[in-house]
């Protein structure tokens, strides 16, 4: 998206929002997207005449909540989304007064499976990952049914993986990052499975429920919106594995490793080649009946969407963002 044609955009005033009031730049949203919104803030208050935006790591469905609530200042400017906007949202956005809405991807990032490197590195297929995760999956005795899962060891779930207890922390059902690994991941183990996959065609409420629904028996751990408190517990426990954006993998690569995903590793090039399958693109949404009406919205805008931020050679790239 060409920077001028984004500004044009935002440029549409609402008539119930009211200049001053509030003097910086408020996001929410995604905690995938944190670290390089939070760059970019802190950039933008040193280099110029605004106050640094305050960002508020609340995870994609709760910064939707909250964006889509309102206009004025008592709302939020800016929500970042690891995934694109539901319908459902969008209903919200407008029923709820906010009419006018310019989505931007700034960028693609990879979901990785990671462990401390104080272990070995892991293997997987998103079969593996299907297998140990979810909360209910094919009989392992055989036929078309389902049991609840039985997998206690990543051996029993293949043969080829290490005799260790399956213990992963990952984001709540509220984080992109979780709707995305549940689809591409989870969902893409569960069609390896060919009368499962053909669920989808005839009960796809079925479908969804059996591949995307993960475990409640405390192998798999909601570990909240702070990606940062998971990999401080990966270190403590070197036989645990957790899931999160690529940057988190790529800002700490000297405590932890991602694992292999179906034979492909999960680095840059993998990711902007589109060879790594765990991977989703990044969003920011914009209510544009604030800009012009929060100070420093538009430059902000700028400062974000410039080459120096998200291109090729641009500084998030420093920290992760695939441009």
Not at 305 to 317: P, Q
Request: aromatic letters at 10%; a neutral charge.
């Amino acid at each position: 998206m060409k920077k001028t044609l984004l500004i044009a955009a935002c440029m549409l005033l609402a008539s119930d929002v009211w200049a001053g009031g509030r003097d910086y730049v408020s996001l929410v949203g995604s905690s995938t997207v944190y670290p390089f919104a939070t760059t970019v803030a802190e950039r933008f208050g040193k280099t110029s005449s605004f106050k640094t935006p305050k960002i508020e790591s609340t995870g994609s469905g709760g910064g939707m909540k909250l964006f889509c609530a309102g206009t004025g200042i008592d709302t939020p400017d800016i929500t970042n989304c690891s995934r694109r906007i539901k319908k459902s949202e969008y209903d919200d956005c407008m029923s709820n007064g906010v009419k006018e809405i310019t989505e931007v991807k700034i960028g693609y990032d990879g979901i990785v499976v990671a462990n401390s490197k104080k272990a070995a590195r892991f293997s997987l297929t998103k079969k593996d990952l299907y297998l140990a995760l979810a909360r209910s999956v094919p009989d392992p005795k055989g036929g078309k049914t389902f049991v609840d899962n039985p997998y206690k060891t990543w051996k029993e779930v293949n043969p080829a993986l290490p005799d260790r207890k399956i213990e992963v922390m990952g984001p709540p059902p509220t984080s992109g990052t979780r709707d995305a690994f549940d689809e591409l991941a989870m969902q893409g183990g569960c069609k390896t499975f060919p009368w499962v996959n053909d669920l989808k065609k005839t009960n796809k409420e079925q479908f969804k429920a059996v591949c995307q629904a993960l475990r409640e028996d405390g192998v798999y751990i909601e570990a909240g919106e702070n990606d940062n408190l998971i990999i401080q517990k990966l270190e403590v426990n070197p036989d645990s594995l957790g899931i999160f954006g690529f940057s988190y993998l790529d800002q700490n690569a000297d405590k932890i490793q991602g694992a292999v995903i179906d034979g492909v590793a999960p680095d840059f090039d993998h990711i902007a080649s589109g060879s790594y399958s765990i991977s989703r693109p990044l969003y920011m949404y914009v209510k544009n009946s604030h800009v012009g009406a929060i100070p420093g919205m538009e430059e902000f805008l700028s400062e974000f969407t410039s080459d120096r931020a998200w291109g090729d050679e641009g500084y998030l790239s420093e920290k992760g963002l695939i441009p």
